[in-house]
């Protein structure tokens, strides 16, 4: 039986320091958050880490804090606290509905910000041990195999959709992504954060060896600012999305002065519909709008043999969201 060791990092120094010496020992280490998704990774054998770095005794690492310029929040704040806190609530609601969407309340009341955005995919192929490019093979297994729940944007050469709920409402809101590592403290925005398969087949973000995400900067909204998140599973629950949409919508009345729609679900990393976004500027927003919007969401999609059903889930959800964004 394989022997883990457990570090439980005090600091975010701490942690980063445990990682670089695990490495110069030849040993292999993950950073855990609630570890809901590493540990059955590591039973797996799909992540080889024997050296568990733990940051959830980091002090401070979970927090909150508002300014008028932005809301910044600890990567290791749980779902369940992200999603019923009152700022949160109040000022980010697609990011608290897309916490509160995440599995279970028991994955909920552990899993962290910091590792769902990080959490590997859920492709069958690479969560079974098929060597693939998320394995660091060189090919993809998906392609002419099972395929319904993959990519219809932005696939190749892994087919890969990222698994986050809580991903694209972050980059709805602009989010800023804070990393720490070896060579000190980073940001990268929503658009460099992300990586797709075309530029990296193994990875699904740009954080480099030995980083870990800290947390996230949302620059401060106008007041007008009404925002949602909506998802389409499979089943009734403790699942990932088929299908998520997360929109901002920036209103005047009930006219559209500036939209974010990004999509979860339907590529390799949460995927803004920029034409979406262009064409509800200066719209009223209304069941006409709204149908139009949904239908140019899917306009570029290219869909794989099995998961054509993605596409009219997408333009319902792009649909249903900017209906509900609807003034009063
Ligand atoms: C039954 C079930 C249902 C689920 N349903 C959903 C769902 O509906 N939506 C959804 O989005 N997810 C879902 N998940 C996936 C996942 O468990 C959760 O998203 C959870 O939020 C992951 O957070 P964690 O803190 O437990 O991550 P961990 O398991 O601790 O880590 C996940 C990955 O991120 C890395 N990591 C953790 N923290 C950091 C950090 N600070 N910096 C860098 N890397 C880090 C780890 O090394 C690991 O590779 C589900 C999981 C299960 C088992
Ligand atoms: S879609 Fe990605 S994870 Fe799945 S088999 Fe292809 S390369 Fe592997």
Known sequence: MKTLSNINATSVSEAVLAAQEARAEGR????????TD?????????DAADVIIN?????????????????????????EQLASN??????????????????????????????NVTQRPWCWYYRNGFNCFKAGGDQCYSVDGENGQHAIFGGGPSFIVHPSDVAPALVAFAAVFTIAGPDGERELSSEEFFVLPRNNPARENNLLEGELL??????????NTVSTYHKIMDREAWTHAEVGVATVIQRNGNEV????????GVAPIPWRVQAVEDFLVGKQINEEV??????????????????????????????AAILDLAAG
């Open 257 to 264: 002065q500036s939209a974010r729609v990004v999509l979860a």
């Open 55 to 79: 940051l959830r005794n980091i002090e401070g690492s979970g927090q909150i804090s508002a300014s008028n310029a932005a809301i910044s929040i600890g990567g290791l704040i749980t779902l």
């Open 214 to 223: 800290t947390g996230v900067r949302i620059p401060a909204a106008a007041a």
């Open 38 to 46: 590493l540990l059955q990774q590591i039973k797996d054998g799909t």
């Open 290 to 319: 709204a149908q139009a919007a949904g239908e140019l969401g899917i306009a570029d999609a290219q869909p794989l043999a099995k998961n054509a059903h993605k596409l009219p889930m997408t333009s319902a959800a792009i649909q």
């Open 28 to 35: 292999s280490y993950a950073y855990s958050g609630g570890g």
């Open 86 to 115: 009152d700022i949160v609530a109040n000022r980010l609601s697609a990011i608290a509905q897309a916490a509160n969407s995440v599995g279970t309340p028991q994955i909920r009341n552990v899993g962290t910000l910091s590792g």
